[in-house]
């Protein structure tokens, strides 16, 4: 059974940092693809980065680009979310999604798997 596993989350100011974590455990993801999503209240989920691929190449929400930066861990089937210079409008709950294909995508719909969520606050 494939189970994904967020932390990380928690307060912080305007322009401070938090770095997200993603476990996978039941399966390895060391190609395929695994992204991060979030939901802020009364709005929809949206993507804001994926990671793909034996190169690991990544692809970013315009909102975030510039201030998130998405890796991995293949040794420990982790992937990380790291976000930076974080604004109110971040506030969120955010998720771990993991998939086995390796093609790219920002659709959640596209994705197999989900973790339960950490939530980001921001405050101003």
């Known amino acids: 059974q494939v189970q994904l596993v967020e932390s990380g989350g928690g307060l912080v100011q305007a322009g401070g940092s938090l770095r997200l974590s993603c476990v996978a455990s039941?399966?390895?993801?060391?190609?395929?693809?695994m992204g991060w999503f979030r939901q802020a209240p009364g709005k929809e989920r949206e993507f804001v980065a994926v990671?793909?691929?034996?190169?690991?190449?990544?692809y970013y929400a315009n909102s975030v680009k510039g201030r998130f930066t998405i890796s991995r861990d293949v040794a420990k089937n982790t992937v990380y979310l790291q976000m930076n210079s974080l604004k109110p409008e971040d506030t969120a709950v955010y998720y771990c999604?993991?998939?086995?294909?390796?093609?790219?995508?920002?659709?959640?719909?596209?994705?197999?798997?989900w973790g339960q969520g950490t939530q980001v606050t921001v405050s101003s």
């Open positions: 990671i793909r691929g034996p190169g690991d190449s990544t």
């Open positions: 999604a993991a998939d086995s294909r390796i093609s790219s995508s920002i659709y959640g719909d596209r994705y197999d798997y």
């Open positions: 039941g399966r390895t993801f060391s190609s395929s693809r």
